[in-house]
């Protein structure tokens, strides 16, 4: 949701894209110029005034809204509160993954044992967390940047190691597409972090390819999951023999 604040600054944009001088926007509000000019420069007003405001300027107030909400900055990184949210429900974990795959409300509920009523309350509860912007028709546009990602040490994150983590590895990673690779060595600690962009840089490219096969139908994709990591590790079993 945009804050006034917000489409009190883009309505001064397009008064001076419209040429539309203090004199004639009080003109058209009825109102002393004095007060329009205090009005704006306060950056708080009734949406009432907005909606009069765009009215004046031959615009409509959906569309302003809907401007100042796409050029929001987009999210890096959600909260801790933003991550609980979305862990204390698995229902709402489920349509969190589901719509970073960007998936329609159709799909999830063709795929999942979900009703539409709880696909629209699960998409309702995203747009309030604020991972998705929800649209007519149940449409939404996600709130995330291309490089987001979870916590490190997140409720998120923290799910998936309790939870999920096992099963992933509990895969033979021996099917078409699959590879599991483990490599030790040791390394300057100034080239470790070189190696960690050129992974975020991999997965970046899976993000990216993800998105542009979106386009092929159904049956010509799959549900993968990437997972890069490295740290400073010794496996505890050798580390107990240490001298």
């Known amino acids: 949701m945009s804050s006034t604040a917000d489409l009190i600054a883009a309505l001064k944009k397009e008064l001076k894209s419209a040429q539309m001088t203090y004199a004639d926007l009080a003109q058209a509000l009825g109102m002393a110029e004095s007060s329009v000019k205090r009005m704006l420069a306060k950056g708080d007003m009734p949406l009432s005034r907005v909606d009069a405001i765009c009215h004046a300027l031959a615009l409509d107030f959906s569309d302003l809204a809907r401007r100042v909400a796409e050029s929001q900055p987009l999210l890096k990184e959600l909260s801790q509160e933003q991550e609980r949210a979305v862990v204390g429900d698995k229902k709402l974990l489920l349509m969190a993954i589901c719509v970073l ?27 309030r967390i604020g991972i998705i912007a929800l649209r007519p028709l149940n449409r939404y546009r996600l709130k995330l940047a291309k490089t987001f990602r979870w916590r490190p040490h997140g409720p998120v994150m923290n799910y998936f190691r309790e939870h999920a ?23 300057s600690h100034g080239r470790a972090p070189a190696f960690m962009e050129r992974m975020q840089r991999v997965a970046q490219d899976f993000a990216q390819q993800h998105l542009a096969d979106q386009k092929l139908p159904e049956q010509d994709r799959g549900g993968h999951t990437l997972l890069l990591a490295m740290r400073r590790w010794e496996f505890a079993a050798f580390a107990g023999m240490r001298r």
């Open 165 to 187: 983590l096992l099963d992933y590895f509990a895969g033979g990673f021996d099917g078409p597409g699959e590879g599991v690779l483990l490599v030790h060595g040791s390394i």
């Open 101 to 127: 795959s960007q998936w329609t409300l159709e799909q999830i509920t063709t795929n999942y044992r979900l009703t539409e009523a709880e696909g629209v309350k699960y998409l309702v509860q995203l747009d």
